[in-house]
């Protein structure tokens, strides 16, 4: 099995930064894809920002400039740095990975549990 847990969600002023995390346990050998997935309420779940086991990534053009994302390959954790956060960012935020390889077989996509991200002053 394989399990990703997120952390780094909170309440944070407009022009503030948050952090976010995931991590993926369990057995595995790789993970092709990790990304960040957003869904505000009465909208549509958008990609965030994604990134390749080589580091390659791609970022939704409403975050580009302020978010950043990054991972650990050995650690199976992918990062997302939100700076100059702006009260549509609102969302609760979920943390997705694709590709997973395992000792025998790939993995269906994992998604984490979510977590909310509210900009507010």
């Known amino acids: 099995q394989v399990r990703l847990v997120e952390s780094g969600g909170g309440l944070v002023q407009p022009g503030g930064s948050l952090r976010l995390a995931c991590a993926a346990s369990?057995?595995?050998?790789?993970?092709?894809?990790m990304g960040w997935y957003r869904q505000a309420p009465g909208k549509e779940r958008e990609l965030v920002a994604a990134i390749t086991s080589g580091g390659s990534t791609k970022y939704a053009d409403s975050v580009k400039g302020r978010f950043t994302i990054s991972r650990d390959n050995a650690k199976n954790t992918v990062y997302l740095q939100m700076n100059s956060l702006k009260p549509e960012d609102t969302a609760v935020y979920y943390c997705?990975?694709?590709?997973?390889?395992?000792?025998?077989?790939?993995?269906?996509?994992?998604w984490g549990q979510g977590t909310l991200v509210t900009v507010s002053s």
């Open positions: 369990g057995s595995i050998f790789s993970i092709n894809v």
């Open positions: 997705n990975a694709d590709g997973i390889v395992g000792a025998t077989f790939i993995y269906l996509p994992v």
